[in-house]
């Protein structure tokens, strides 16, 4: 049974559906609609009598097999694929809120997904209270009557703090509100937020799902019940469905998606204990190592470490910048999750519309850099980091 693989299994094999041609590899259906043998049979396709798909914003063959194989791995019933990641998370959140109603999320987001709970959803009548997600004692205190929706990432971008899934999603169904968790830094296979509690799932596949740098998608992923009452209207009347040929190349993506994250978190590792060492870093945290401050919550609820390190320069822009520059195998890019190993300074570039407040609530200094492991050989980065390190001034 298909649903008793393991991870590895599933992402090779789950959720094909074979053409008559019988093809090894998934086929793209590159399609907008679909024919029907008559018109009783399109009568009856649309009344919902028979299953088969109508249109490609609301489904189609090749999205539909990425949708499947993505539901095997994270435990869910299912999963509507989307354009990108931000696509997943507006839609997992404005698909279930109406004015009137609250959002409390923590405030360490990825930028735009702080934008859609801070800034977007205030202007339909949702209001938000962003909290410091480590503690639940926050969030607890952000709770008011009409409190709807839980929103966290974790471990969070770029610093890496960790935020409790189990306690979260335990307080979200004492109130009634749903917890949407954005799964991305974690990956699928190192935490799992639905067997932690949490209601849906949301992930970029731009990042490790992909991890190759080719195109943007997104999925989302929840219980059936809460996808036919909330996103399955929205999805289909507001159009962000994923084109079929970004869905087949996520479903070559993830064919290698635990190969890649295993090496990329092995490398991460290796570079986190070279940095932890050298008299240039101020502070390194990387939650695969036994000094990241909430190391506990880390062992309850995720089984690997991550390809994401973020560290801090002694010496602050000024030899962040240097280090950056002086790197040759390390790419500066701001996206993560990549084969090849990209680094980037998150005061200037994904995190400079904060103000200097909001950056430093969260950790980020002008030291700050956030390193996204790729897949080449540990030796080699960690090399690239040594010599990197000593061309930077102290
Ligand atoms: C990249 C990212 C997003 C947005 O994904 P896109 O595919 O770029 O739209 C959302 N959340 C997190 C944590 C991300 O890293």
């Known amino acids: ?32 609609g679909f024919v029907y043998e008559n018109s009783a049979a399109a009568e009856a396709r649309f009344k919902g009598e028979t299953d088969g798909f109508i249109y490609a914003r609301y489904g189609s063959p090749t999205n539909d097999m990425f949708e499947k194989r993505m539901c095997l791995l994270e435990g869910a019933e299912d999963a509507r694929a989307t354009a990108s990641g931000m696509a997943a998370v507006s839609a ?7 004015a009137g109603d609250h959002i409390v999320a923590a ?12 800034t977007l959803a205030p202007k339909y009548g949702v209001e938000c209270t962003l909290v410091d997600g480590r503690d639940i004692a926050n969030w607890e205190a952000a709770v008011r009557p009409n409190t709807k929706v839980f929103f ?27 917890l949407v968790v954005d799964n991305v830094f974690a990956t699928p296979l ?3 937020p639905l067997e932690l509690g949490a209601h849906v799932v949301v992930y970029s596949a731009t990042k490790h799902i992909d991890g190759q740098g080719r195109c943007l998608g997104g999925v989302v992923l929840s219980s059936k019940e809460w996808i036919d009452e909330n996103l399955h209207d929205y999805f289909r009347h507001t159009g962000p469905a994923l084109s079929p040929f ?18 990329q978190t092995a490398n991460a590792s290796a570079v986190a204990d070279l940095l ?30 991550s390809t994401l390190v973020a560290f801090e320069m002694k010496g602050g822009k000024q030899a962040a910048f240097a280090l950056q520059d002086a790197l040759e195998i390390v790419k500066i890019s701001n996206n993560l999750g990549d084969s090849k ?13 904060l103000s200097d407040e909001a950056r430093a609530e969260l950790g980020i200094s002008d030291g700050t850099v956030r390193l996204s492991a790729g897949i080449e050989d540990a030796e080699d980065l960690v090399a690239d980091f040594a010599r990197a390190l000593d061309a930077v001034q102290a």
């Open 107 to 118: 405030r360490a987001l990825f930028g735009s997904c702080r934008w859609v709970v801070e």
């Open 276 to 305: 932890a060492g050298h008299s240039k870093v101020a502070k390194v945290i990387y939650p695969g190592r036994a000094d990241h401050p909430q190391a506990d919550i880390i062992a309850k609820q995720m089984s690997g470490g």
């Open 92 to 98: 997992a959140i404005l698909c279930q809120v109406k």
């Open 341 to 353: 190993s990209l680094i980037t300074h998150p005061a200037t570039t994904t995190h400079k519309n």
């Open 246 to 263: 970004n869905a087949w190349t996520l479903l070559k993506g993830i064919e290698t998606l635990p190969l890649r994250v295993r090496q």
């Open 1 to 32: 049974m298909s649903s008793s693989w393991r991870p590895a299994t599933q992402l090779v094999h789950g959720g094909t559906t074979r053409s008559n041609h019988g093809e090894t590899s998934e086929a793209i259906f590159l399609t907008q």
């Open 190 to 192: 190192f935490q799992k």
């Open 152 to 178: 966290l990432e974790s471990p969070t971008n770029p610093t890496l703090e960790v935020v409790d899934v189990a306690a979260v999603a335990a307080l979200a169904n004492s109130i009634g509100a749903k």
